[in-house]
């Protein structure tokens, strides 16, 4: 079984930082993909960054502001989360594609909260 444990997240002021961090852990061959969504009250899950074999791709609303990076040796993600906006408000969840069938796992999640 595979296990994703996030860590990061918290309350901050408008224009502040955050960083999140994902391990992912437990019985894995090879991780395709690792990132983030976010879903925030009464909306759905939606995407937030994603880095696969070195490519990074980004939602238009982060772009510019916030980096994904992965540490492959110790199969972590991380999102460096800068000029946070109360928009940014949500809970975020890590997110890994992980084996040959590439099964999707997820976080528990993270609460980020940004006060304006």
């Known amino acids: 079984q595979v296990q ?22 437990g019985s894995i061959l090879s991780i395709n993909a690792m990132g983030w969504y976010r879903q925030a009250p009464g909306k759905e899950r939606e995407l937030v960054a994603v880095i696969t074999s070195g490519r990074t791709n980004y939602a238009d609303s982060v772009e510019g502001r916030f980096t994904i990076f992965r540490d492959n040796a110790k199969n972590t993600v991380s999102l460096q989360m800068n000029s946070l906006e109360p928009e940014d408000t949500a809970v ?18 993270t609460q980020v909260t940004v006060s304006s």
């Open 92 to 109: 975020y969840y890590c997110n890994a594609v992980i084996g040959p069938f590439k099964r999707n796992y997820w976080g528990q999640g």
């Open 4 to 25: 994703l444990v996030e860590s990061g997240g918290g309350l901050v002021q408008a224009g502040g930082s955050l960083r999140l961090s994902c391990r992912a852990s």
